[in-house]
């Protein structure tokens, strides 16, 4: 007999504004590996949909939206390229939120999967109402 289970997956809604970007990217992450569920496993992608409105609107602590640096690299020599937390957050929005919750994912297929369950929108403007997300407070 196997053990085929069915995993249901919940669409979730978080709202970034004026929200400190370390926390609420540790609680959607949590959201996305599926830690808050009782069938979790660290074997099993069991986590939910978490859809981010507002990430133009997010915020550092201390002196790190001068301070924080965002790198990468062309691929050629000598191609560094970095850019700080206040360029970041007025060119790509999006991406700010996105590389915090990477980081904080499983380093494999399954970490990848699970990151393909994160939609962020810079407005407040999304275009999941068909799913019907339910709102997080607490985050």
């Known amino acids: ?11 979730y809604i978080v709202d970034a504004k004026n ?3 370390g926390r609420l990217s540790s609680n959607i992450a949590k959201y ?10 660290p074997y099993v992608d069991v986590g939910d949909y978490i859809i981010v ?6 915020c550092v602590t201390g002196r790190k ?10 691929g050629y020599v000598g191609g560094i390229k970095k850019l700080t937390f206040k360029q970041m957050i007025m060119s790509y929005p ?17 970490g990848r999967m699970m990151f393909k369950r ?4 810079s407005g407040s403007i999304h275009s ?3 799913q019907s997300p339910k709102v997080l407070e607490y985050l």
Do not use: Q
């Not at 599926?34 to 496993?41: D, L, M, Q, R, S």
């Open 118 to 121: 994160l939609k962020v929108y």
């Open 53 to 58: 409105i507002n990430s133009k609107d997010v």
């Open 1 to 11: 007999m196997s053990r085929l289970r069915i995993i249901k997956r919940l669409w």
């Open 128 to 130: 999941h109402n068909a």
């Open 32 to 41: 996305l590996i599926g830690k808050h569920k009782v069938e979790y496993a």
């Open 94 to 110: 999006n991406k700010v939120i996105e590389s915090s919750v990477r980081g904080m994912l499983p380093k494999n297929s399954l």
């Open 19 to 21: 929200k400190v970007l």
């Open 65 to 74: 939206y001068k301070d924080k640096i965002y790198y990468r690299h062309t």
